[in-house]
T-cell receptor
């Protein structure tokens, strides 16, 4: 069945370093979404990518959707302590209308 | 303000009891979902509903039940058949997974503990 894999599972960086999380689907996705969950909080929508090869930026965050629409990445430039949390990717299940989440990448930032 | 509300925020359950978690939204969304999150883990889908009076099992539906009698409400019952119910439960709603410019709105979550 369809799987959405996310790596790495965990990353601990020094403040100011860059960070990247990768999301790979076993099937082509019509769109992909990214969410951030702060410790103790709930997931909050960051962005949706729809087009093949699409790149979107939000300040220090850069999101990419692969040409084949089967992979995506989130890159944070010069991490800050406010970036800590878990980042999830999510995409539509190929056979129906449920939203499938990746396992998430936990980001910790040392100041 | 439009949003999605979960209650209670914290819930304690004795073994053998059924408990019901509330989820209400006033966003006029058709789709509502329940996820379970264990510490340091991702989101696992329990049940989801695309329309009133219809719902489907997710990946871990055993020991849970839901109803969707109103568009705004999607309560989740954790039954005594769920052997390890201690977890963080998240409810979400959105217009539709395949729509452009859609996003899932999550409630604040309910933290359930078996005592």
């Amino acid at each position: 069945g369809q799987q959405v894999m996310q790596i790495p599972q965990y990353q601990h960086v020094q403040e100011g370093e860059d960070f990247t999380t990768y999301c790979n689907s076993s099937t082509t996705l019509s769109n992909i979404q990214w969410y951030k969950q702060r410790p103790g909080g709930h997931p909050v929508f960051l962005i949706q990518l729809v087009k093949s090869g699409e790149v979107k930026k939000q300040k220090r965050l850069t999101f990419q959707f692969g040409e084949a629409k089967k992979n995506s990445s989130l890159h944070i430039t010069a991490t800050q302590t406010t970036d800590v949390g878990t980042y999830f990717c999510a995409g539509p299940w190929e056979y129906g209308n449920k939203l499938v989440f990746g396992a998430g990448t936990i980001l910790r930032v040392k100041s | 303000d439009g949003g999605i509300t979960q209650s209670p925020k914290y819930l304690f359950r004795k073994e053998g009891q059924n408990v019901t978690l509330s989820c209400e939204q006033n966003l006029n969304h058709d789709a509502m979902y329940w996820y379970r999150q264990d510490p340091g883990q991702g989101l696992r889908l329990i049940y989801y509903s695309q329309i009133v009076n219809d719902f489907q099992k997710g990946d871990i539906a055993e020991g849970y039940s839901v109803s969707r009698e109103k568009k705004e409400s999607f309560p989740l019952t954790v039954t005594s058949a769920q052997k390890n119910p201690t977890a963080f439960y998240l409810c979400a709603s959105f217009r539709g997974v395949r729509e452009v410019n859609t996003e899932a709105f999550f409630g604040q979550g309910t933290r359930l503990t078996v005592v």
